[in-house]
């Protein structure tokens, strides 16, 4: 069973850019689609990317976060990135991995069933 763990949160002045990355532990990413979330407001976590498994991965963005946070996989490395670019104070909250032993990604958080540990980011104005 893969475990993962999402790191590289912090606090960063509004316009700046962070990398969030999760990690495998425990296993491999081969064969599995991770996801990245983040707590939403009054919501349970909201979908903002994910990227499919294998050579063809896929991505996805949600709509709130295109343009602006760019998901991107090092497999040799069992990491999976998040580039977090033009950060705004909106953007403060936890961010998680998750990931699912399927080749295709969704933004859903129902679609996985593993889950790392949140990472803050905290983006001051």
């Known amino acids: 069973e893969v475990q993962l763990q999402a790191f590289g949160g912090g606090l960063v002045q509004a316009g700046g850019s962070l990398r969030l990355s999760c990690a495998a532990s425990g296993g491999t990413f081969d064969g599995y689609a991770i996801g990245w979330f983040r707590e939403a407001p009054g919501k349970t976590h909201e979908g903002i990317s994910c990227?499919?498994?294998?050579?063809?991965?896929?991505?996805y963005y949600a709509e709130s976060v295109k343009g602006q946070f760019t998901i991107s996989s090092d497999y040799a490395k069992n990491t999976v990135y998040l580039q977090m670019n033009s950060l705004k104070p909106e953007d403060t909250t936890d961010y998680y991995c998750a990931a699912v032993l399927f080749p295709q990604c969704h933004l859903g958080r129902s679609w996985y069933d593993y889950w790392g540990q949140g990472t803050q980011v905290t983006v001051s104005s």
């Open positions: 990227i499919g498994s294998g050579g063809d991965a896929t991505t």
